[in-house]
């Protein structure tokens, strides 16, 4: 059996649950999203710190930025949002991998601040 030195199999530890929403208009007439797990899968998470701090409305948010990396899926998207370590962190970028094995999936959560 040949070894691939670009192989990050047993690198995939971290337990990541990715959601899809659903959006529909409620009774009153606004719209509604629900969001669903979609798929739980093993991933690399790289955190990258807090990267920006804006003043929005009078509150300081800060952005903080992660690359998760899995196996490549084709049905994940940027309409989706991971659940990792409890906080929710929007997909803003997807990036196959040259050999086509992983997904990096670049990440942001934004927190508020008083």
């Given amino acids: 059996m040949r070894y691939n030195k670009k192989e990050e199999i047993g690198r995939l530890r971290e337990r990541i649950i990715v959601q899809s929403v659903s959006r529909a208009i409620g009774t009153t007439g606004f719209g509604t999203e629900t969001?669903?797990?979609?798929?739980?899968?093993?991933?690399?998470?790289?955190?990258?710190?807090?990267?920006?701090?804006?003043?929005?409305?009078?509150?300081?948010?800060?952005?903080?930025?992660?690359?998760?990396?899995c196996r490549n899926r084709t049905d994940i998207n940027e309409q989706q949002r991971i659940i990792w370590m409890d906080k929710y962190y929007q997909i803003e970028n997807l990036q196959i991998s040259e050999d086509n094995m992983y997904l990096h999936l670049f990440c942001s959560f934004a927190q508020n601040y008083v």
């Fill in 35 to 69: 969001w669903s797990n979609f798929a739980e899968v093993w991933a690399i998470v790289d955190y990258k710190g807090v990267n920006k701090e804006e003043v929005e409305g009078g509150k300081i948010t800060a952005l903080s930025q992660v690359r998760v990396t």
